[in-house]
Each structure stands twice: as C-alpha cells, then as structure tokens.
C-alpha cells in the first residue's frame, strides 16, 4: 500500500516538475538576460549624454536640469544593472559620472546655460568615453 501511495504521489506531482522544469531558465539564458538589460540601460545613458550635450542657448534651466535629471536617472539604471554582470567594468564610468555629478551640482544658478555647457563638457566628455568602452568591453550591440 505505500509503494502505491508513494507512486500516486509522484504522479502527481510529474506535471508540476515538469512545469517549473520549463520556466526556469539555466543560468546562462538568466546571464545573458541580465548583460542585454545593461547594454539597454547604457544606451539610454548615451541618449541621456546625448540630451545634455544637445542644450544650446536657447534652452531653458528647466531644460538642463530635465537633462541633468536624465543622466543621474540613466547611470543609476546602468549602475544597478552591471552589479548583475560579472564582466561589467564600472569603475572607470563611476569615476566619470562622480567628476560629472559633482560638476554639475556646482553650477551656480546664477550661471547662463553657455556657461553651465563649457562647465561641464570636459566631464560629459569624460562619462561618454567611459561608457563607450563599457559597452566595447560587454560587446554590446
């Protein structure tokens, strides 16, 4: 009688293993799951670098701190997803966007958007080359 008990169980309890046996992904499909959402997230930052090196004199500073906004959204979005990705080479973006955040911060209100622009274009430069090389070095697309 418990062999047959034994056997019922497993019975029924084959279509809910088989089940979670298909939904699970191996740990390779879940890796690379995980490298495509940094490559998404380091294209949006070179979107956002992109916005902020757009701003001309005829901006406003509602549109630079849209901009300014946009990236610190963009690297924390990156910054989250590479702690997924063991390849994921962050220093050199962390550094970049630190020099960057810290600039930008400083820009006095009292600045002209010109003024803001040159301010910061050195370490805009620097951000856009380190996520360029990241993303070289993750192959993304």
């Avoid at 047959?4 to 799951?33: E, M």
């Avoid at 924390?76 to 994921?88: D, I, L, R, Y």
């Avoid at 960057?100 to 910061?120: E, F, G, H």
């Amino acid at each position: 009688m418990s062999q047959h008990l034994r056997l019922g169980f497993l019975l029924a309890a084959l279509p809910l293993l088989l089940l979670a046996s298909c939904t699970t992904q191996s740990p390779q499909a879940n890796l690379q799951d995980k490298k495509t959402e940094l490559c998404t997230n380091l294209a949006r930052l070179n979107t956002s670098i992109a916005t902020l090196k757009s701003l001309s004199p005829n901006s406003t500073v509602e549109d630079f701190k849209k901009a300014e906004e946009g990236v610190r959204t963009a690297y924390n979005n990156v910054k989250t997803s590479a702690q997924a990705v063991q390849e994921a080479k962050i220093a050199e973006l962390d550094q970049a966007y630190a020099d960057l955040d810290k600039t930008m911060r400083a820009v006095p209100n009292t600045a002209t958007l010109q003024q803001a622009a040159q301010s910061i274009q050195p370490q805009v430069q620097a951000v856009q080359t380190a996520r360029d090389q990241m993303n070289a070095g993750l192959q993304c697309p």
